[in-house]
């Protein structure tokens, strides 16, 4: 029912800063590694921050046209982390 | 004929469509064109708070629990609800709003008013339908490309609601005094929004079935007889076009309510969420400017059984420990059982008398108190100072996700 997988590790990730874009896609992560493979991310879902005490937390879900994915960027320890996925092919 | 209002639609509604799944939808493309929705916490017997315009399809309704739902689509997804995520989509909404008109007024979370009367000059002849088009593509441009509205356009603000709902979803009409007899025709009196089975019930013993009987009723026979109040002139005068619903309503109570994660008759695991809510309810409080003088508290037990209990004060107070000590009190009294349903509330509001200078020092020690514990987590972020008995109830209930009012959203907005 929910297809939600809680997965909550550090990630490496490559990101793309625009210089002109629109507010909502300034940032996007655009690869990312996971379990030794490379995932490149084509579909921009959202991009929403939130505040966890005074750390600014940006999350991002993402898609590779297949799975989705939520990432967290905290911006002050400028960490990473996969929150959790949705399995394409389950839904 | 009707004496319908010739007056200029100035009136815009709009209406994010099935916002919190549209809100999943667009987070997720996994979860597009698929009939899903959203639930505050998932358990056996959730009930449905959004479902997506697929859902709704097959009919599934807002509200049905998920027996009921897997029993109509086994393959329904079923997602829990993300505040942060609503909230955000909740400010861009506004932003966008807020850069067209100066008066807007949210009626909840996802749905406002944007009012145009005196704007005419600085519209520079664009019209309101050229407006709806172009607030429509920033949504899309800002929030998302999944995100949808309704934007409904009238004369007062009972017909852009009409309007908004008239061609769901991502649709665009207007109503005015040209067409608005043959909007009536094409609709169900139930589809006039304030009237649901009773009022129908009600209108049909009159012999009002459709739209067009009921605004060919004279305005005597709603106010004597079908209505027997002065709601019969207000609906005379609302479906001609005439506004009526532009007011500001009091507010009565201010508290919060919360369905037991598990249901429980144990003091060690209801205390803390009790008091939790009250600390949520204390930052409602002072967040609306407002003191109370009586508290409620509502409890549903496991067994069916309702008990409630309520105790008004002579002096005004607004500060957590004060509004969880008298609830407590209450709380303490309640019959042995297992509470599965706490509803508080406080009531008898006044305008909030902080400002006043007092003579007694234990009381300026507890405004100074309150005042800066407001003032850390408004800068820190919610939450980030509150009392040691509400650390467990904090880690399990979840953030509420308003539906009726938005002052909740508004007030997370503020402390985001």
Same mark, same amino acid.
């Given at each position: 029912?929910?297809?939600?997988?809680?997965?909550?590790?550090?990630?490496?990730?490559?990101?793309?800063?625009?210089?002109?874009?629109?507010?909502?896609?300034?940032?996007?992560?655009?690869?990312?590694?996971?379990?030794?493979?490379? %995932?490149?991310?084509?579909?921009?879902?959202?991009?929403?921050?939130?505040?966890?005490?005074? $750390?600014?937390?940006? %999350?991002?879900?993402?898609?590779?046209?297949?799975? #989705?994915?939520?990432? @967290?960027?905290?911006?002050?320890?400028?960490?990473?982390?996969?929150?959790? =996925?949705?399995?394409?092919?389950?839904? | 004929?009707?004496?319908?209002?010739?007056?200029? /639609?100035?009136?815009?509604?709009? #209406?994010?469509?099935?916002?919190?799944?549209?809100?999943?939808?667009?987070?997720?493309?996994?979860?597009? !064109?698929?009939?899903?929705?959203?639930?505050?916490?998932?358990?056996?017997?959730?009930?449905?708070?959004?479902?997506?315009?697929? /859902?709704?399809?097959?009919?599934?309704?807002?509200?049905?629990?998920?027996?009921?739902?897997?029993?109509?689509?086994?393959?329904?997804?079923?997602?829990?609800t993300d505040p942060p995520k609503y909230n955000d989509v909740y400010r861009k909404l506004i932003k966008i709003m807020k850069s067209y008109s100066p008066k807007i007024k949210m009626k909840s979370i996802d749905e406002g008013l944007l009012d145009f009367h005196g704007?005419?000059?600085?519209?520079? !002849?664009?019209?309101?339908?050229?407006?709806?088009?172009?607030?429509?593509?920033?949504?899309?441009?800002?929030?998302?490309?999944?995100?949808? %509205?309704?934007?409904?356009?009238?004369?007062?603000?009972?017909?852009?609601?009409?309007?908004?709902?008239?061609?769901?979803?991502?649709?665009?009409?207007?109503?005015?005094?040209?067409?608005?007899?043959?909007?009536?025709?094409?609709?169900?009196?139930?589809?006039?929004?304030?009237?649901?089975?009773?009022?129908?019930?009600?209108?049909?013993?009159?012999?009002?079935?459709?739209?067009? #009987?009921?605004?060919? /009723? #004279?305005?005597?026979?709603?106010?004597?007889?079908?209505?027997?109040?002065?709601?019969?002139?207000?609906?005379?005068?609302?479906?001609?076009?005439? @506004?009526?619903?532009?007011?500001?309503?009091?507010?009565? =109570?201010?508290?919060?309510?919360?369905?037991?994660?598990?249901?429980?008759?144990?003091?060690?695991?209801?205390?803390?969420?009790?008091?939790?809510?009250?600390?949520?309810?204390?930052?409602?409080? $002072? +967040?609306?400017?407002?003191?109370?003088?009586?508290?409620?508290?509502?409890?549903?037990?496991?067994?069916?059984?309702?008990?409630?209990?309520?105790?008004?004060?002579?002096?005004?107070?607004?500060?957590?420990?004060?509004?969880?000590?008298?609830?407590?009190?209450? +709380?303490?009294? $309640?019959?042995?059982?297992?509470?599965?349903?706490?509803?508080?509330?406080?009531?008898?509001?006044?305008?909030?008398?902080?400002?006043?200078?007092?003579?007694?020092?234990?009381?300026?020690?507890?405004?100074?108190?309150?005042?800066?514990?407001?003032?850390?987590?408004?800068?820190?972020?919610?939450?980030?100072?509150?009392?040691? !008995?509400?650390?467990?109830?904090?880690?399990?209930?979840?953030?509420?996700?308003?539906?009726?009012?938005?002052?909740?959203?508004?007030?997370?907005?503020?402390?985001?």
């Amino acid at each position: 029912m929910d297809p939600t997988i809680k997965i909550n590790k550090r990630v490496d990730i490559i990101t793309i800063f625009y210089a002109k874009s629109p507010e909502k896609t300034l940032c996007i992560p655009k690869k990312m590694k996971y379990k030794g493979s490379e %995932i490149t991310f084509t579909t921009f879902g959202m991009r929403h921050p939130t505040a966890r005490g005074k $750390r600014m937390i940006h %999350i991002f879900d993402m898609s590779d046209g297949v799975n #989705d994915y939520r990432l @967290e960027f905290d911006a002050e320890g400028l960490t990473w982390t996969l929150i959790s =996925m949705i399995e394409g092919s389950y839904v | 004929m009707y004496n319908i209002s010739k007056e200029k /639609a100035l009136i815009m509604h709009i #209406d994010l469509n099935s916002a919190f799944a549209t809100a999943e939808q667009q987070a997720h493309p996994s979860l597009r !064109g698929k009939p899903m929705g959203v639930t505050n916490r998932i358990s056996k017997e959730c009930c449905v708070i959004a479902a997506s315009y697929e /859902a709704k399809a097959l009919g599934i309704k807002v509200g049905m629990r998920r027996s009921e739902v897997m029993a109509i689509c086994p393959k329904f997804i079923l997602v829990e609800t993300d505040p942060p995520k609503y909230n955000d989509v909740y400010r861009k909404l506004i932003k966008i709003m807020k850069s067209y008109s100066p008066k807007i007024k949210m009626k909840s979370i996802d749905e406002g008013l944007l009012d145009f009367h005196g704007l005419e000059p600085i519209l520079k !002849g664009q019209s309101l339908t050229e407006i709806g088009y172009e607030i429509k593509q920033r949504v899309r441009d800002e929030i998302g490309d999944y995100m949808r %509205i309704n934007v409904g356009i009238g004369s007062n603000r009972f017909l852009a609601k009409q309007a908004a709902g008239w061609h769901k979803p991502d649709g665009l009409d207007k109503i005015d005094h040209t067409n608005l007899i043959d909007y009536y025709k094409s609709i169900k009196l139930t589809d006039l929004t304030g009237i649901a089975k009773h009022n129908q019930a009600r209108l049909n013993s009159y012999g009002m079935m459709t739209p067009i #009987d009921f605004i060919n /009723a #004279d305005e005597l026979l709603l106010k004597k007889q079908v209505f027997k109040s002065i709601t019969g002139t207000y609906w005379y005068r609302r479906l001609r076009g005439y @506004e009526i619903d532009d007011y500001e309503t009091n507010l009565g =109570m201010v508290g919060r309510q919360w369905m037991v994660k598990d249901p429980s008759s144990k003091n060690d695991y209801l205390l803390p969420c009790l008091s939790y809510l009250c600390e949520t309810t204390g930052m409602k409080l $002072r +967040f609306r400017q407002v003191e109370a003088r009586g508290v409620y508290i509502g409890l549903s037990f496991q067994n069916g059984e309702y008990w409630q209990s309520r105790q008004t004060y002579k002096t005004p107070f607004y500060t957590n420990q004060e509004i969880y000590q008298k609830m407590l009190e209450l +709380f303490n009294k $309640r019959p042995h059982g297992t509470v599965k349903f706490i509803r508080v509330y406080c009531y008898n509001l006044v305008p909030s008398g902080r400002n006043q200078m007092n003579l007694f020092e234990d009381a300026v020690k507890k405004e100074w108190l309150t005042k800066a514990v407001d003032e850390i987590n408004e800068f820190y972020g919610i939450f980030t100072v509150y009392s040691a !008995g509400s650390l467990d109830g904090k880690k399990i209930i979840k953030q509420k996700i308003p539906f009726g009012g938005t002052d909740y959203f508004d007030l997370l907005l503020k402390q985001s």
